[in-house]
């Protein structure tokens, strides 16, 4: 992370982040491989707090709350149909074996998780994903399976986080190299026309470091839970803006060594 720091502070002149062009290749891919790491750490979390916290909530609310039922043929059966809501802090458990639909609106950025008549329903940062109970034909499962099922993914919950955790950080790596790859050959084509003498291996090195600010921001941004509209624009003019200055400081018709 004292790459992350001392690049950070070199940020008040371009001149400064124009000579990254002139470091080794392996260098630029360590430094994007531990920026990933910062990118990664809100989604961790959040993905920690939603199995730890409020999935094992549900857990306490099928015990406590919901009556015996059954799921079979597709369709869920209860001893007793009325309707159950139950809402904490950012999170709302809904079970109605008589509709198909959530019978009440719900705060967009919620956690939601509800057993309706004809699937599960689980919404998480407004992404929706339904479990239809047809998928689970010639199977029955009742309220006991339901609890059991959660006393085993806690039992799993390490694993499963290290598993999480793995794949997060190579997906955002994937995202960050496609990213820099991209704006490296954007890089290209503008030193091209203002007759700057560029390698694609000096302006991946630069974008590598160039989208630290980004990065940070948005870390800090997701860290609060704050939601920016057109977040990937603004990302992407940021990220274009420093190009610019850098740009301008790397003299013309003059080949790096």
């Known amino acids: 992370m004292s790459m992350i720091v001392q690049f950070i502070k070199s940020l008040y002149s371009s001149?400064?982040?124009?000579?990254?062009?002139?470091?080794?290749?392996?260098?630029?891919?360590?430094?994007?491989?531990?920026?990933?790491?910062?990118?990664?750490?809100?989604?961790?979390?959040?993905?920690h707090h939603i199995v730890d916290e409020e999935f094992m909530?549900?857990?306490?609310?099928?015990?406590?709350?919901?009556?015996?039922?059954?799921?079979s043929n597709g369709e869920l059966k209860a001893q007793n149909n009325?309707?159950?809501?139950?809402?904490?802090?950012?999170?709302?458990?809904?079970?109605?074996?008589?509709?198909?639909?959530?019978?009440?609106?719900?705060?967009?950025?919620?956690?939601?998780?509800?057993?309706?008549?004809?699937?599960?329903?689980?919404?998480?940062?407004?992404?929706?994903?339904?479990?239809?109970?047809?998928?689970?034909e010639g199977t029955s499962i009742s309220k006991e399976d339901v609890l059991g099922f959660f006393t085993n993914l806690e039992k799993m919950y390490p694993m499963l986080l290290g598993i999480m955790t793995g794949i997060i950080y190579i997906t955002t790596c994937f995202a960050k190299f496609i990213t820099v790859t991209f704006f490296a050959s954007l890089v290209l084509l503008f030193s091209k026309s203002w007759r700057q003498r560029l390698s694609f291996k000096q302006s991946w090195n630069?974008?590598?470091?160039?989208?630290?600010?980004?990065?940070?921001?948005?870390?800090?941004?997701?860290?609060?839970?704050?939601?920016?509209?057109?977040?990937?624009?603004?990302?992407?003019?940021?990220?274009?803006?420093?190009?610019?200055?850098?740009?301008?400081?790397?003299?013309?018709?003059q080949k790096d060594k």
Do not use: C
């Open 82 to 136: 009325t309707p159950i809501i139950e809402e904490r802090v950012n999170f709302t458990f809904v079970f109605d074996p008589l509709s198909t639909k959530l019978i009440a609106p719900v705060d967009g950025e919620n956690v939601v998780v509800g057993l309706l008549k004809d699937k599960m329903l689980v919404r998480i940062s407004n992404q929706e994903e339904v479990i239809p109970f047809k998928a689970l």
């Open 206 to 253: 630069m974008l590598a470091h160039i989208v630290t600010i980004p990065t940070v921001f948005f870390f800090i941004v997701d860290m609060l839970h704050i939601s920016i509209p057109f977040d990937v624009l603004l990302q992407s003019f940021v990220i274009l803006t420093l190009i610019f200055l850098v740009l301008r400081d790397i003299p013309s018709q």
């Open 15 to 47: 001149n400064d982040m124009a000579l990254y062009r002139f470091q080794p290749l392996r260098r630029g891919i360590t430094y994007l491989l531990l920026l990933s790491i910062l990118t990664s750490i809100p989604s961790i979390i959040q993905f």
């Open 57 to 71: 909530e549900v857990q306490e609310m099928i015990q406590q709350k919901v009556p015996e039922f059954s799921i």
